[in-house]
């Protein structure tokens, strides 16, 4: 990337930096400053000035090697900035100490975001000093005035009061900058803090716990817990952001089964009743898997009894496959619709008793094995390799990956490898894909097979 600095621009960042040249020199708090580093500072910022007046020469001559100039002097400022926060100043007390008014928070948030928006689009040289991060927290705040409404101030009562300080801290510290009142310390320490911690809680507003989190609403009959609960449940904000939303009517139901059923139906969208007799046993497992690594928000109205609701939040782990289940699967992947030979079955249940339970490590070996030949040594050999692994940590799923990708023949190989232009989590089409390899030449037609028909083996493999 070329950078090109025209004399306009030049000049503006030659404005930019004698803003932040005359705050070090006019703001700085006794207080904060390390006296014993005094001189060196007064040293670095005299060696500044001296660039600028340089580069103002320059200008003035029009001489070439302006833009050069201009270049080296931000960055020799940026280093100065972090030698400010490093070196030469003292980290300033904690600005959660400060008492922020308590005024309409809803209508403060609005303001904050106009005057943001103002200063996004001012051209004054102190702004410039700060307007990338402005622009960053301006996106973040946009984001989660988006998530609180009325409804969620009260469910989320402490992140909000959070928000509300953290947009005073931030309304404080750029005033201060601005006004040069102390600004040499917002400028440092303070305001990029804050943008920080607007960030984090955005991050937290977006990704949400990794447990499964429970919010009670409790109260007299009549009371409004119904509406609240439904007014959080069709928010277009967090719809937006779920896999899976049930509403779930409990009543004075105190049967367990009955009532996992009745959630179960509510997350597939089953509208049929299903009678006691023809509930599953394992209907609790079988709303784990359906739940498993998704979002979801599962509402539970009218529930009467706290005994039942004791039973239902139980960790929702999800459970391992059994022996005969680990085999039924190994069977399939290798055998698709056929049955395993007799004289293959008994080191192929072996082989599944060592993948304990674990369908991705049932499935990669599976993988492996349908591309050998249907022989008992090679099986073996298979069985072998599995039995020096525990499976305790993911670093030992990880050696059955890289064992299937070792057996993965070169043609193949490539292909996977291939997958690494796309970004993590990207959905990819299988006929968009056989077309790059084909186009790219990593899929060759073998005698009896063209090129269609070998791309379908390869995705499948």
């Avoid at 600005?95 to 008014?101: G, H, N, R």
């Avoid at 928006?117 to 927290?137: F, G, H, Q, W």
């Amino acid at each position: 990337m070329i950078n090109v600095i025209t004399p306009s621009a030049s000049a503006r960042n030659i404005h930019v930096v004698i803003e932040f040249l005359v705050i070090i020199l006019t703001d700085v708090p006794k207080d904060v400053i390390r006296h014993d580093k005094l001189f060196v500072l007064l040293e670095y910022v005299g060696a500044l000035n001296k660039e600028v007046s340089i580069i103002v020469h320059n200008l003035e001559n029009n001489i070439k090697e302006t833009s050069s100039a201009s270049l080296n002097l931000l960055e020799n400022v940026e280093l100065l900035r972090k030698d400010l926060k490093n070196v030469f100043l003292k980290a300033p007390a904690d600005s959660s100490q400060l008492c922020f008014p308590r005024s309409d928070g809803p209508l403060f948030m609005t303001l904050l975001l106009r005057n943001l928006n103002d200063l996004v689009n001012s051209n004054a040289y102190s702004v410039a000093l700060i307007k990338e991060k402005i622009i960053r927290m301006k996106e973040n705040l946009e984001h989660i005035r988006s998530f609180f409404g009325n409804v969620e101030q009260e469910l989320h009562r402490d992140l909000w009061t959070r928000v509300l300080n953290m947009e005073y801290e931030a309304e404080h510290a750029i005033n201060s900058i601005l006004a040069k009142d102390r600004g040499l310390l917002q400028l440092i320490f303070l305001f990029p803090e804050t943008v920080g911690k607007i960030k984090l809680v955005k991050k937290e507003l977006t990704s949400g716990p990794a447990e499964v989190d429970v919010i009670s609403i409790v109260g007299m009959p009549g009371l409004g817990k119904t509406t609240l609960a439904y007014s959080v449940y069709t928010k277009k904000t967090i719809v937006g952001h779920l896999d899976v939303r049930a509403w779930c009517k409990v009543d004075q139901e105190r049967n367990e089964k009955k009532l996992l059923q009745k959630i179960f139906s509510e997350v597939i969208g089953l509208k049929e009743r299903v009678s006691e007799d023809d509930i599953d046993d394992d209907i609790a497992d079988k709303l784990r898997r359906k739940l498993f690594g998704k979002r979801y928000l599962i509402v539970l109205d009218d529930l009467w009894y706290t005994a039942t609701w004791d039973e239902l939040t139980n960790p929702f782990d999800l459970l391992l496959l059994r022996p005969e289940e680990s085999w039924e699967l190994l069977e399939k992947r290798i055998f698709r619709e056929e049955r395993c030979p007799n004289e293959l079955k008994d080191v192929g249940e072996k082989i599944a008793q060592k993948c304990p339970g674990l369908p991705l490590v049932l499935d990669l070996i599976g993988g492996v094995i349908s591309r050998m030949e249907k022989k008992e040594a090679l099986w073996l050999e298979v069985l072998n390799n599995l039995i020096s692994f525990i499976f305790k940590d993911e670093e030992e799923v990880m050696k059955v990956i890289q064992l299937c990708y070792d057996n993965l023949s070169n043609h193949i190989k490539s292909c996977f490898l291939y997958l690494a232009n796309y970004p993590k989590d990207k959905n990819i089409r299988p006929s968009q894909l056989k077309d790059l390899w084909s186009n790219e030449g990593l899929v060759e037609p073998t005698n009896l097979k063209i090129v269609e028909k070998v791309t379908e083996v390869y995705v499948d493999e």
